[in-house]
């Protein structure tokens, strides 16, 4: 069955920084991956996904992601984090097994920005 | 447009009681899911319909829980005799197609709080 790993519960990074976010998923062919954001109060946005193609995404909000097929593992980046990107992040892989279309998330990573 | 809707946003019931919970999807959407978050956690899946036709269920987790989209639109999740592990986020998402290329679009979700 296919599964996503989040390793990081909580990451704080100052303003500015540069942002990692690493997703490790378990699938056996190709899969579909993608990472939404989640604001406090607010339902899921979807950042960026994966189909095939070229591996690395560009997304919304100056997000992109890298496909490696190797690591099992599709990290978030972004070059500058702003404070307004404070929010959990989760990436989610297709479930092949299940109906059409559902999502198998990991647990999430907070993120913090300091000023 | 308008998003995807869910109501209420919050809801507190004593254990044993039942409750119904809302999904009004974007319009002319096909499918549509609904996902449970527990604290702490990512979204997991509980149902998808296709039109009024719930095509997966194996995600609920218990036969307390049953849902419906008896006209293809609105839809309701209902928790009968809830108990404290019902205790969640439930979210709610519609899609143009089934599909994975099509974009799941979230609502908001209702906390569901069972004391």
Redesign the interface.
């Known amino acids: 069955a296919q599964s996503v790993t989040q390793p990081d519960i909580h990451i704080t990074v100052s303003e500015g920084a540069s942002l990692e976010l690493r997703c490790n998923y378990s699938y056996g062919a190709t899969p579909y991956l993608f990472w939404y954001v989640q604001s406090p109060g607010q339902g899921l946005q979807l950042l960026l996904k994966y189909f095939s193609g070229d591996t690395l995404v560009q997304g919304i909000k100056g997000f992109e992601a890298e496909f490696k097929r190797s690591q099992s593992s599709f990290n978030l980046r972004k070059p500058s984090v702003h404070w307004s990107d404070a929010a959990e992040y989760f990436c989610a892989v297709g479930d092949y097994g299940g109906s059409q279309g559902n999502l198998i998330f990991g647990k999430g990573t907070k993120l913090s920005v300091k000023p | 447009g308008a998003?995807?809707s869910q109501s209420p946003r919050y809801k507190v019931a004593k254990r044993g009681q039942d409750v119904a919970l809302r999904c009004d999807p974007i319009s002319g959407h096909v499918?549509l899911?609904w996902y449970q978050q527990a604290l702490?956690?990512?979204?997991?899946?509980l149902t998808?319909f296709?039109n009024e036709a719930q095509?997966?269920k194996?995600?609920l987790p218990s036969d307390r829980f049953f849902a419906e989209r008896p006209e293809g639109s609105v839809s309701t999740l209902k928790i009968q005799r809830t108990q404290q592990e019902d205790s969640a986020v439930y979210?709610c998402?519609s899609?143009l197609?089934?599909?994975?290329?099509?974009?799941?679009?979230?609502?908001?979700?209702t906390r569901l709080t069972v004391t």
């Open positions: 998003g995807v499918s899911f702490g956690q990512g979204p997991e899946f998808y296709q095509l997966d194996s995600g979210l998402a899609s197609t089934g599909a994975f290329s099509y974009e799941q679009y979230f609502g908001p979700g």
